[in-house]
């Protein structure tokens, strides 16, 4: 019964931590989402020593870090190439690694990781849908791995979170394109303004006027808008 009630409270803890970062990955940039998604996995398994690992054009590299041996065991050359990392990317599911003394000579990570008091890490993947956005690195100091216990937990929380990822992602995106398309209309705009003037004051056609523009913008080595937009300044101000 006691055990059951732990459970219980480890859920409600876990889901009110979900929550916070889902609040949270509203206005974040995304280091600060890979940040809340450490501090997610350490409260719920305890593990101190955490990284995520981000895909950026195809590959993994780390993007945060909760200790100095976690950065450490990451920046590492040889951190990108272990099969742990690849094996969860490839599943997308959760890889548990045992670093042993026999793994010293023909694996520098595990090396690594057991200098600095590591015997086992747990990679998670931070996935939505087939796409991988990243990894969580937890590594665990126990001999005996029984931080793999806040797994059960930490696993889902981790799935859900790349889902919100995936989502805030698509909404930055979203928000750069219609600020590139605002910016294209604001230039359109003011070109057809130029357009007007230039056509009016010099007595050209439409046509020409553009071509004037244009040819000013490729002399000058500026976007039409800039030289469309110094035009209608120019113009307006000068009196009639």
Same mark, same amino acid.
């Given at each position: 019964?006691? &055990?059951?009630?732990?459970? &219980?409270?480890?859920? /409600? +803890? ?12 509203? +206005?974040?940039?995304?280091? +600060?989402?890979?940040? $809340? ?5 350490? @409260?719920? /398994?305890?593990?101190?020593? *955490? ?9 993994? !590299?780390?993007? %945060? ?6 950065? *450490?065991? #990451?920046?590492?050359?040889? $951190? ?11 599943? *997308?599911?959760?890889? /548990?690694? #045992?670093?042993? =003394?026999?793994?010293? =000579?023909? !694996? ?6 057991? &200098? ?10 931070? *996935?939505?849908?087939? #796409? ?7 590594? +665990?100091? @126990? #001999? ?26 698509? %909404? @930055? ?12 209309? @604001? ?20 046509? !020409? ?16 808008? !800039? ?14």
């Amino acid at each position: 019964m006691e &055990n059951t009630r732990h459970e &219980n409270r480890t859920d /409600t +803890d876990a889901a009110r931590l979900m929550l916070g970062v889902a609040d949270a990955f509203a +206005d974040a940039t995304a280091r +600060d989402r890979a940040v $809340a998604v450490l501090a997610m996995c350490t @409260d719920t /398994t305890g593990l101190a020593d *955490a990284a995520f690992l981000g895909s950026v054009a195809g590959s993994l !590299d780390p993007v %945060a870090f909760t200790s100095a041996a976690a950065r *450490a065991l #990451e920046s590492a050359p040889e $951190a990108s190439l272990r099969s742990s990392v690849a094996s969860c990317v490839e599943s *997308a599911g959760t890889v /548990t690694k #045992e670093f042993l =003394p026999s793994d010293v =000579p023909f !694996d520098g990570h595990a090396a690594a990781a057991l &200098n600095a008091g590591f015997h086992h890490e747990y990679v998670l993947p931070v *996935a939505s849908r087939s #796409e991988v956005l990243g990894v969580v690195v937890l590594y +665990d100091a @126990d #001999e005996l791995g029984r931080g793999r216990e806040g797994l059960r937990v930490a696993a889902p929380l981790v799935s859900v979170a790349g889902v919100l990822m995936r989502h805030a992602r698509t %909404a @930055d995106i979203s928000v750069e394109l219609a600020g590139q398309l605002r910016s294209a209309l @604001d230039g359109r705009v003011v070109i057809e303004q130029a357009k007007g003037l230039l056509a009016g004051r010099d007595g050209v056609g439409i046509d !020409d006027a553009f071509r004037i523009l244009r040819m000013r913008a490729r002399n000058e080595r500026r976007s039409v808008a !800039d030289v469309a937009a110094e035009t209608v300044s120019s113009l307006r101000s000068t009196p009639r």
